[in-house]
């Protein structure tokens, strides 16, 4: 078992400049690591933290939520996302990411790491970055996180031939039964 304060650290760095294509705020986080959509808020940002390609965020407003992605792009994003930038020596980022984005991490949360606010909880930055993971040796890290990527590209093929069809019986619809 290893503590995630051991594997990756809390960006915080300020963004010198804000991209709204690639700026990231927990409205633009899909529920239950769904990925993220295209921001569509105000243009006024005035402060955000920077983050890379292979960053984990992780929304810190309602966790229950569970609003995290793992960056594909460099960005920005807002002061509410937390963004953990793993040491890529010590532990493979996608494997962090899978092993942070279970039921029972965001359960940790909620419960051991504490939460302020009731109807809209934070959670506590100290308390997450104390949870624990089980972390093999670098290759199996790569084989595992290999091995669920290949399971996540299949879900998400099959998402979008699912949307596809409804979008063809619609139109079936609308054609014959006006």
């Known amino acids: 078992m290893s503590v995630i304060s051991n594997l990756c650290k809390y960006v915080t760095l300020r963004a010198n400049e804000i991209n ?13 690591c ?23 965020l ?9 609003k995290m992605w793992q960056a594909d792009h460099n960005g920005s994003c807002s002061p509410d996302v937390l963004v953990l930038r793993p040491y890529k020596d010590k532990v493979d980022e996608r494997f962090l ?5 279970r039921d029972v991490f965001f ?11 009731l109807k809209m909880p934070r959670g506590n930055k100290d308390g997450i970055i104390r949870y624990r993971i089980t972390l093999p040796d670098m290759e199996e890290q790569r084989k595992v996180a290999a091995e669920i990527s290949h399971w996540d590209a299949l879900i998400a093929e099959a998402k979008n031939t699912m949307a596809g069809c409804i979008i063809r019986k619609q139109a079936i619809m609308d054609k014959y039964l006006k």
Do not use: C, W
């Open 20 to 32: 709204m294509e690639s700026y990231i705020t927990t409205d633009n986080m899909l529920q239950n």
């Open 97 to 101: 990411y899978y092993s942070l984005r």
């Open 107 to 117: 359960d940790y949360i909620m419960n051991e790491a504490g939460t302020r606010g």
């Open 34 to 56: 769904e990925g993220i959509r295209p921001y569509d808020g105000t243009d006024n940002i005035t402060s955000a933290i920077a983050y890379q390609t292979g960053d984990i």
């Open 58 to 66: 992780l929304s810190n407003i309602r966790p229950y939520l569970k």
